[in-house]
Each structure stands twice: as structure tokens, then as C-alpha cells.
DNA sequence: TTAATAATGTTATATTATTACATAGTGTTA
DNA sequence: TAACACTATGTAATAATATAACATTATTAA
């Protein structure tokens, strides 16, 4: 069953949950989702998304705590994330700007360290959320 | 008590206890080490945590829930954070470096939201570890 | 077809964080 | 100094997030 997609059962189900999503989703809330499939316990749920933010097909928001989809081509197996995340309506998007991208992968600092992977969080407001 | 050093009696005890430490604490370390200190239970760490982040004394790595004192007079009340993590000796560093600073501060998406705030994590290999 | 690997199912438990409510300390100002 | 607002504290209970451990089944590759 792994072949086609690659993505095993489980994987597959929550994949599809999150990548329908408009909003990031939090690993209980995907539980809840999904018990009506056979997904029942806690361990199913992380398992599968491990993996999924292994290979790249989600991203962990971690000042939230949740799950999306990835919506970024050029984000090679989430070595380089960047997110904007609005602080009145939680709105999270997938920042895809080839220049910072760039910039940051390019960045190294005085310590000599060499950076393999970077996951950056933008806050603010949205232009939808400054009008109200 | 307040007015001498604007911490109170607890947020001082964690932040004395965060800021000795040469890696990032996490809640229910501080809260088994200050146990000694009167401090018995969760609400009264995390509520310190909360407000010594909120005034910039300290900052949360999000990846690793954990917490580390804040070692750069530039980042106001945490505005803008940078840290590069060690992912095999999970050191962490804050990253103090103007140019990027600025570089992100400036930085606006097409969407057209403006960023009040960022937070960025580095993962890679530091120096030492790399020589084992 | 066997062996290695990846995925699943299940129970229990560990870790991280918050709610809710009662009490006390501090700063302001009338 | 009395009254007030505000900040901080103490405490018990519980919610939310995540992992350990172990048994079983599915898939792939040799």
C-alpha cells in the first residue's frame, strides 16, 4: 500500500485533513477528526506526522503547536521555513520569497557553526484583521 | 519590592536560575529547582516565565520548549530573536548580528502584512560536536 | 520465502501548560 | 491614612501536548 504515493494509510488520512485545512491544525483536534477512520490513539496521530514533516509534505508551526500543509515547492524537505502569522486571527501562511530564502540559508555566523535547516516565525497583524 | 529592580520576588529566582545556566531550562526544571525556594507549583513558574518574556529578560526557544536569558541588549522586549541550535549537543546560542537584524526587521511579504515581530531558529552541527 | 524495515494498534504514562479561585503586597491618589 | 486599582502570590485541580513500550501486521528487497 506504501508504493503509489508513498504515503502509508494513516499518513495519507491525516495528510488530507491538514492539506484541506485553511488553518493550521493541533495533533488532538487531527485525533478527534479522524476517529471515525480507525485513527484512535495519540501515537498514530504523532507517528504520521512525524513522518509527514519528515518528508516535507507539513510543517510544525511550533509557537502554535500545529500542523499545515506545505505550500512551498522549493522548501526541500522543510529545511527552510518561514511564516507569517497573524496575531489577531491566527491566520499562518507559508512565506515562498526565493531572496530570503537565500539570504538565510546563506547566513552564517561568527562561531563558525554551518546551518543545515532554519524555520523562521514573522508576527503582526493582517491586512484583513488592521481594518476592523 | 517590586520597585528596586522591577522583578518581583519569584520572576528574580527564575530569572537568576535561567540566566546562570548555560543551557535552555525548561518549565518543570526551574519549577524541581526552585522548589527549595518556596516556589511549589506550576501556575508560579509559568507566570513568571510569562512576564520575564513579556520584558524581554529571557526568551522561549520554541522548538525545544525551554528557556534561555536574553544576552543581547539589542533585541527590545523581544522583537526580534535569533538562535542557533546545536541539534546534536542541543546547545543554544541567542545570535546577535545587526545586519540580519535589520535585514528581517525590514523584511515585508507580497501580502502586504506588516511584521511586528519575528523569532528564528538555525539548526545545524556546532564546531564541537563536529569534531568527534 | 525469509529477513529487514516500515507501519499499525493499544495501553499507559510522561511532559507541558492553564483554569479558577482565594489571598496578600504595592503604588496612587484623594 | 483610607480607599482603590493593580500586580503578584499560593494552591488545587485539570487540560493539552507528547512519548514509551510492546505486540502485531504489511511491504519491500534479497
Redesign the pocket.
Known sequence: ???ENNL????QIIFDLINKSSEPL???TILFSVQKK???????V???LD?LVETGKIHKIESK?AFVACRNSDCEISKATAFSICESCETVDEISDMKLSKYLSDFNHKKGMKFKRFNLEFFGICKKCKKD
Chains 1, 2 share one sequence.
Open positions: 500500500m506504501y508504493k502509508s494509510k494513516n499518513q493541533k495533533a488532538y480507525g485513527i484512535k490513539a495519540p501515537p498514530q504523532y507517528r504520521a513522518k503547536n
